[in-house]
């Protein structure tokens, strides 16, 4: 149905990053934008390890999609999940509504690809949700309560045993912040144990971590990780994942680490959804499940449905692919706007560029390693990098003063104030004993 303003509909699936920067790039013009998401918050995903190990609680990374969007008048906000497209009609089908569009931008984000292992998941969750990191949270901290009650040693070695598989920067954040619980924050809370004696693991298939950044930093971050006490395995494989442990392979070499925690953060790939929508396309997907977009990152052949962010592959005149990171999904969503608005106003048909802002990782207490354009840096000035630009893009002031202060907490106190058992397993339906 037309709107009675008879303005132009754009419809907007997904209200991560490149989906709400879209939804705000098009408040001052002519256009009725309608922003679904099947979860009523924004997320800051880069601060989910926080979560998972403790240092931050849920809502200091989340924020309402409806206030983040209060002040746009020409932007409503539905609660709800896409599972197919009717591109004749133009309409998204949600379970329970269809929603007409003129326009559509997807920007539905990525899910967690085991390469075909699907059945590994349930024993090593991946961190891309909240509900994800509540998950490793629990895992984590039941992990050393029950060491503390078992008189195996075996048993008691391997509860104390965390594998992180993927060192990209997730895997080193995670393992770095596991390292830091073990032999600060947990220290004294334990009466049998020693948490100090658990042994961390960062498994990477490739000869170094962190691959996306160059090679010294690279060397910086796996030093600086073993000084912490991480144990690093490069060209190691993970060949096998169950409820007792995991089966790693280096060369000809095969070992079975027994583990009750390993988490999974190598493999990325586009969202279900992007399953439906390239059927209803007629395209193909790319081997990571992600759409394949023009340089003006609409679908070939439907100049009127945009891919953004981590659900598509997208190519400059070089070659060169976008990266799947915030930045890359922001500035799609801001340029996908300014072609709409183009496109209605008459005006050309601007060209995107991406402006790479550098990269980054922390490594853990007080040390990290950046990338920004030809400068590069690591250690505890980077570290204070890291920190002000996660602060700077969290979306609202109120996350950042918390999260500043929880921060300048746990760095003086080494406590992690966040380290609630709340959740069940949620990959058993029900709370371990
Ligand atoms: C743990 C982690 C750490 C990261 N760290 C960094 C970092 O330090 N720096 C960096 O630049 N990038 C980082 N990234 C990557 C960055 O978060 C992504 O590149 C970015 O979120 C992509 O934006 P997007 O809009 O494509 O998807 P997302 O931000 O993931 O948003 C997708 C949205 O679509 C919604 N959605 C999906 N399917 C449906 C459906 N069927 N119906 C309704 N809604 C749906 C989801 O609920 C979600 O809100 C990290 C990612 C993760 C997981």
Redesign the pocket.
Known sequence: MQPANGRHRVVI???????LRAAKALAREPVEVTL????NFH?F??L??QVATGGLSPANIAAPLRSLVRRQRNCRVIL???IDFNLETKEVVLEDERVPFDTLIV????KHSYFGNHQWERFAPG??TIEDATEIRRRVLSAFERAERVSSDAERARLLRFIVVGAG??GVELAGTLIEIARHTLKKDFRRINPAEAHVLLIEAGPRLLPAFDPDLSEDGAEALRRLGVDVRLKTMVVDITDAGATVKSGDVEETLPAATILWAAGVQG???GEALAKAAGIQRDRAGRLVVQPDFTLPGHPDIFV????STYADASGKMLP????A?MQAGQFVASVIAARLSLAPIPEFHFKDPGSMATIGRGAAVVKLGNWKFSGFFAWLTWLFVHLLFLVQFQNRLLVLMQWAWNYVTFNRSARLITDTNRFLGEPEN
Not at 13 to 19: E, K, N, P, T
Not at 107 to 110: I, L, P, Q, R, V
């Open positions: 699936l997904g209200g991560g990053f490149g989906g679904i998401d099947q979860r997320l995903q880069p989910l390890y709800g999940k896409a920007s539905a984000g990525a961190l891309k920067p997730t969202a279900v959804i953004i962010g981590d659900l799947g990171v915030a930045p999904a």
